[in-house]
């Protein structure tokens, strides 16, 4: 199995993933889903995957989310889920699965649990201080 991400090019974090997974010497299977969009099949095996629901995956900032009504907290999973189909941009950023698991990886650095290899190199975020990249730890 080779590294996938859910990639949205115009966010930051899924950009600085992207680089940590290329820093890597990875070379993952793109999937933006903006352009694709999701199934419902799709959504729940990777929220399983990752151990989130609809709720925690649920994009609150930058979406339609409070214009729709998705932040009450008496709107049910599945109503979230059924507004991520119908609005892709909904589903929080980026989402990467690898042999190692499935993250919703923000911050960035999450990333480095999901690879083999991570890269040695600080990574450094726009309008953020570098963060030290290190290899798996143990503990």
Not at 34 to 46: E, F, V
Not at 108 to 113: D, Y
Request: net charge negative; hydrophobic share 40%; with cysteine.
């Amino acid at each position: 199995m080779s590294i996938v991400i859910h990639h949205n090019p115009d966010c930051g974090t899924s950009r600085n993933v992207l680089a940590i997974i290329e820093a890597s010497g990875e070379v993952p299977v793109i999937i933006e889903y903006l352009r694709t969009g999701w199934t419902r099949p799709q959504l729940l095996a990777l929220f399983a995957a990752a151990d989130l629901t609809p709720r925690t995956a649920l994009r609150t900032t930058k979406s339609p989310a409070e214009d729709l009504g998705l932040l009450d907290p008496s709107v049910s999973d599945e109503a979230i889920l059924t507004a991520m189909i119908d609005h892709p941009i909904l589903v929080n950023r980026p989402i990467v699965c690898s042999p190692k698991g499935v993250r919703l990886c923000r911050p960035s650095e999450t990333v480095l649990e999901l690879l083999d290899n991570p890269p040695l190199d600080p990574l450094v975020k726009k309008n953020a201080p570098p963060a030290a990249a290190a290899r798996n730890n143990p503990d």
